[in-house]
């Protein structure tokens, strides 16, 4: 179905063209006729499905031709790298037409964000605090705003940034539509929808808290303080092209990447105590390949958005399974396949079974043979450095397996695609890179 049946203007359906998406995935093709109508609506798919591009679409149908002046269209996001990206994709769909848009986000001069207010831009891509402050001190003005664009909404619960939007909505007197899009639907969340929406379209593409088709899950049953060597083994021993590791929280995201670094890995680092530009920097590097690992915690990644990934490593197991199904959904997207693995110690072995109760399906358990699970835990070394801290980085494995291991039980199998070499998920696998 091509998007031109959507009864998307001709200007928008040009720009697919141009950015090579092919066909409309399920989220668009069900939220995009209705978002059309003037319909609220409501949508829960994973990530990697297209949604931003199932609000964009609509929202720039209906302002070609509509008078200018003024901010007609507000969305909101939780993160200042998922807004930014909501800004890149707007503008791509937006070149042919006269459809203007400015990005409100903390981390960046607000000289030139002022300047976009002032001169009635129509679409306000932002976050939730800059966003407020503007509007405390009477910068920006959302009086004639009347359409509502809520992207991410579990994650601005996660955040703690539902009092901002519940403020900021307040602000939108002439608000008549609104578009509410979450990977995820917990009940709070559920409750914010009914009181904003009215009579919505719903559109939910898989079971919820489902992972996306394509993705490949594997436990690695592991102590925990043998839990950094394990990954070390398999960075070394498997082709991992892309590899987008987790963390728990920013000093164990910190530390990791320094010993991964000093093993020869090119590495960048995604949490809160990044400055923004080192943020910006570390993504569009990790985007452009320049780095083989990025080293996350949870929140910093929701915003991640980089088709060639090929493997997600959770180093740690969530406490929430919604947590689990995000990490995961940042390979195998828009079609593609990917690896999702997660070190599990006996303690964790409790939540992975909450984690597999919600995904509906048990992971296999991995074993490799070649690894010593029984090594003791290392001492402290003098000063508090742990080991690969400071010390001579260890040389790279040259020898590299077809695969990261067999199951317990099972003979050695060949991979999906019989070999490990070259980048998966390096195209635009039909979707030219939809989120």
Do not use: C, W
């Not at 917990?186 to 088709?213: D, F, M």
């Not at 436990?219 to 590791?245: C, D, F, I, Q």
């Not at 040259?398 to 070499?421: E, I, L, M, V």
């Amino acid at each position: 179905m091509p998007f031109k049946s959507l009864g998307l203007h001709p200007l928008l359906v040009r720009a697919t063209q141009d950015l090579g998406y092919k066909e409309p995935t399920p989220v668009q093709a069900g939220a995009i006729p209705p978002a059309l109508e003037g319909r609220d609506v409501i949508a829960t798919a994973q990530t990697g499905t297209g949604k931003t591009a199932g609000f964009l679409l609509p929202v720039l149908h209906r302002l070609i031709g509509a008078p200018r002046g003024g901010t007609r269209v507000l969305i909101l996001s939780p993160t200042r790298e998922l807004a930014e990206q909501i800004a890149d994709v707007g503008r791509g769909l937006a070149r042919h037409t006269q459809v203007r848009s400015a990005l409100i986000v903390g981390g960046r001069p607000m000289g030139p964000q002022e300047r976009a207010l002032r001169d009635g831009i129509e679409v306000l891509v932002a976050t939730p605090g800059r966003l407020l402050d503007l509007l405390q001190r009477g910068v920006a003005k959302l009086d004639r705003a009347t359409t509502l664009v809520l992207d991410e909404a579990d994650t601005m619960f996660d955040m703690g940034f539902l009092p901002d939007v519940r403020r900021i909505i307040a602000r939108m007197p002439a608000r008549n539509h609104t578009l509410f899009f979450s990977a995820t639907m917990p009940p709070v969340i559920a409750k914010l929808a009914n009181e904003l929406l009215r009579n919505p379209a719903t559109v939910q593409i898989g079971r919820r808290s489902a992972t996306a088709v394509g993705i490949t899950q594997a436990a690695y049953p592991v102590p925990t303080h043998l839990k950094t060597a394990l990954l070390r083994h398999l960075l070394g021993e498997t082709e991992m092209p892309s590899v987008l590791v987790f963390t728990r929280t920013k000093h164990n995201a910190k530390k990791l990447a320094r010993v991964l670094t000093n093993d020869g890995f090119s590495v960048a680092e995604l949490h809160s105590n990044r400055t923004p530009s080192q943020r910006t920097r570390a993504m569009e590097g990790f985007r452009r390949g320049e780095f083989q690992v990025m080293v996350a915690t949870n929140i910093a990644a929701r915003g991640l958005d980089v088709d060639h990934i090929t493997h997600v490593i959770s180093t740690d197991v969530p406490d929430v399974p919604e947590d689990y199904v995000h990490r995961i959904g940042r390979t195998g997207r828009a079609g593609a396949t990917g690896d999702a693995f997660v070190l599990v110690s006996r303690e964790e072995e409790e939540a992975l079974a909450r984690i597999e109760r919600q995904v509906g399906q048990r992971l296999p358990r991995v074993m490799l043979p070649e690894f010593d699970y029984a090594a003791p835990a290392p001492p402290k070394p003098p000063g508090g450095n742990q080991k690969g801290g400071r010390g001579v980085p260890q040389q790279r494995p040259q020898g590299r397996t077809r695969g990261p291991g067999k199951p317990q039980g099972q003979a050695s199998k060949p991979n999906r695609d019989g070999q490990r070499s070259g980048r998966r998920g390096g195209g635009n696998h039909g979707q030219g890179g939809q989120r």
